[in-house]
């Protein structure tokens, strides 16, 4: 098999741990399958959890699985700012920890639309060049501000100035962002879930097939006349479904999947 062919295909769920980057995961993956590979959302290398890697002709999909909600659960240390919002950062700012009230306050809300301030270590380019570039080499920038969605935020614990948070957010929040603006850093951070995927899920041995990596698309079984005549560009389903032939994904939203 060539390298980075476009077989196998499908998603891999896979519980990273801390420590190595989402890219040498990715990598040892492709290194083992020896097909092309690219994840659907990284993670810090100081984070853990799940990482939806896809491989073969499925890295096309990514563009389905990145705008998924995600679930993370993180220990914020409320003693003290961070430069990059976590604790790789140098402190900025240390103070008394506030009251368990306030903490409740403030993590309610956070619930809804709210504006947060894209971390300095981040993938954002700022004037062509991604932030965590300039931050390395101790440029100060003014970072921009985004819109982020939080669904849910649940205060689960709060001892000794770290605040252990449940929350639930759309594509692009950063939890770095949410830590700086509850007056903290994160200490530690796992993503539990990225839409219907959960971690206690991940298993790197197994391959789900291309249909399976779509569950939240509608499904649209088709006969074998009808497969044919959309590879060929005879037939076509715009809508956003999964089309499926005895399990086969053919084509998605239009886009015919490679044969």
Not at 22 to 49: E, M, N, W, Y
Not at 224 to 250: F, K, M, N, Y
Request: aromatic share 4%; net charge negative; hydrophobic share 40%.
């Amino acid at each position: 098999m060539p390298p980075r062919a476009l077989s196998p295909t499908g998603l891999v769920l896979v519980d990273k741990p801390e420590g190595p980057s989402s890219f040498a995961l990715v990598q040892k993956l492709r290194d083992r399958t020896r097909a092309r590979a690219g994840h659907a959302g990284t993670l810090d290398p100081f984070a853990t959890g799940l990482l939806l890697v896809l491989l073969g002709s499925s890295t096309r999909l990514a563009q389905y699985l990145v705008g998924l909600d995600k679930r993370y659960v993180t220990e914020i240390d409320l003693r003290s700012r961070t430069s990059t919002g976590d604790r790789e950062g140098e402190e900025a700012e240390r103070r008394e920890p506030p009251p368990r009230v306030d903490v409740e306050e403030a993590v309610a809300a956070l619930v809804g639309e709210v504006e947060l301030s894209i971390p300095a270590a981040s993938a954002v380019k700022i004037a062509g060049e991604r932030a965590y570039k300039l931050h390395r080499r101790g440029v100060v920038v003014e970072m921009p501000v985004r819109r982020s969605t939080v669904h849910s935020a649940e205060l689960l614990d709060y001892e000794d100035g770290i605040a252990t948070l449940d929350l639930r957010v759309g594509s692009g929040t950063y939890v770095r962002a949410i830590a700086d603006a509850l007056g903290g850093h994160c200490s530690t951070l796992r993503r539990t879930e990225v839409g219907p995927f959960r971690v206690e899920d991940a298993d790197e041995e197994r391959i789900l097939t291309p249909a399976e990596a779509l569950p939240f698309l509608p499904l649209l079984e088709v006969d074998a006349e009808e497969a044919l005549a959309i590879q060929a560009g005879r037939s076509r389903h715009d809508e956003p479904v999964r089309v499926v032939h005895e399990g086969e994904l053919v084509a998605v939203n239009g886009t015919v999947m490679p044969s």
